[in-house]
């Protein structure tokens, strides 16, 4: 009898220990798998950003953004969420009226997204030489950047985030 019981018990034992190996192998697979497939979406403090003036479509600001080191993220094809002073009427609106493609950034991997300061034909406006900014939905991690130069601001717009800077040129109607 006591053989019997003894070799019962060795075989659960036994399968105990071996689901357990399986389970913990299922495990570290799945969390392998998750982390080379799947990016996160990109918050404002995973990113370093510069502004550029650029002359195309009347001259606007292009706004170049990286991962940083050891990031991987994707930023949604939705405009950044920008403006440069903290009045409402110098938040910028969007130049586009659909989401574009998500843009994953790592390593060397650019976003784009174009700011044009002045949509008005008419000499009003306020001049400014700062431009808040943050991945949309992310405002309380805001950063301020310098820009290049002051610019006059009267009803600014800015596109969505984009992989080719060709695309981020903002024209308005």
């Not at 110098?90 to 989401?99: R, S």
């Not at 992310?138 to 695309?167: G, Y």
Request: glycine fraction near 6%; charged fraction near 20%; aromatic fraction near 6%.
């Amino acid at each position: 009898m006591r053989s019997r019981s003894a070799a019962r018990s060795a075989r659960l034992a036994l399968i105990a220990v071996a689901a357990a190996a399986l389970t913990a192998t299922a495990t570290v697979n799945a969390t392998a798998d998750s982390r080379s497939s799947t990016a996160r979406a990109c918050g404002t403090k995973d990113l370093t950003f510069k502004v550029s003036s650029e002359t195309q479509a009347g001259g606007y600001l292009l706004v170049t953004a990286k991962a940083k080191s050891g990031v991987t993220c994707y930023l949604e094809g939705v405009f950044p969420s920008a403006s440069f002073g903290s009045s409402a009427d110098t938040e910028v609106a969007p130049a586009e009226h659909a989401a574009s493609e998500n843009v994953t950034l790592s390593g060397s991997t650019a976003a784009y997204a174009g700011i044009n300061p002045k949509t008005t034909g008419n000499d009003f406006g306020r001049e400014f030489e700062r431009l808040h900014l943050s991945v949309a939905g992310d405002e309380i991690n805001s950063i301020t950047l310098s820009l290049p130069e002051a610019v006059k601001v009267d009803r600014p717009i800015a596109t969505n985030w984009h992989a080719d800077p060709a695309d981020a040129v903002p024209f308005s109607d």
